[in-house]
């Protein structure tokens, strides 16, 4: 029997909590579907509301349930380790990966959110810096473009596994009211890493709906990272 090519990982990840990550997650997903990829967004472990997998679900055309989508879910507002503690519940990091590569079969790119940024804890002793290492992952990594993002970008790069480094990507997240910062942010992160490719994803405001299937905007926008990440 051949063998079945194993999915290629791609990791949402970023500076913060609220950084845009699940609209970036759910557009590349759409949009990679909407070629002909077999591609599927997951978010293993929610917390303070189940927003992010219901989008993600909808992204992925329903092709797998929610609770597929999202196996741990908790209703505090805390870090997931917390909120999932509260509950009386510890999430080991071998029941995130057997879950993972079960769900994952039958896809030939997985898309998955953690929660937070890359160090937030997520659940007993991991983070999403150990989904990224244990699933050899291209790191996204989304980044709020003002005053400060390269700060943190740089913070998160060199947290990040040193074998996933050279294969991640910086998404440059529009913000309203950034001021004059925005322009000069990609190319003074690229002083520091000449190589690292960036996106920058517009702001959608008024008619422009996030889950519309086209927005030209954000499509033409992204399609450069859609394109990497279909290699
Ligand atoms: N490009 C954008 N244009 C307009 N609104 C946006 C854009 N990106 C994000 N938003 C809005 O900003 C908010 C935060 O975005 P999002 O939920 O994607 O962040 P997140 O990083 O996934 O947050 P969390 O840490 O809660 O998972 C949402 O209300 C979303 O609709
Ligand atoms: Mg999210």
Known sequence: MPMRRQPRYVVITGSDTGVGKTVLTAWLTRRLRAEGVNAVALKPICSGGRADARALHRANGRTLDLDEVNPWHFPAALAPVLAAQQAGR????????TWMHTVSRAHELVLVEGAGGLLSPLGEGF???????ELNAIPVVVVPNRLGA????????????DRARSKA????????G??????????????????????????????EKLEAEETPRISTALAGLVQTLRE
């Open 90 to 97: 510890r999430i080991q990091l071998n029941q995130v990966m």
């Open 127 to 133: 983070d999403t810096r150990e989904l990224v290492r």
């Open 150 to 161: 390269v700060n943190q970008a740089r913070l998160v790069i060199e947290a990040l596994p």
């Open 169 to 176: 990507q910086v998404v440059f997240a529009a913000v309203r």
């Open 178 to 207: 950034a001021g004059p910062a925005a322009r000069w942010n990609p190319e003074l992160l690229q002083a520091h890493f000449p190589k690292l490719p960036h996106t920058l994803l517009p702001w959608v405001t008024g008619g």
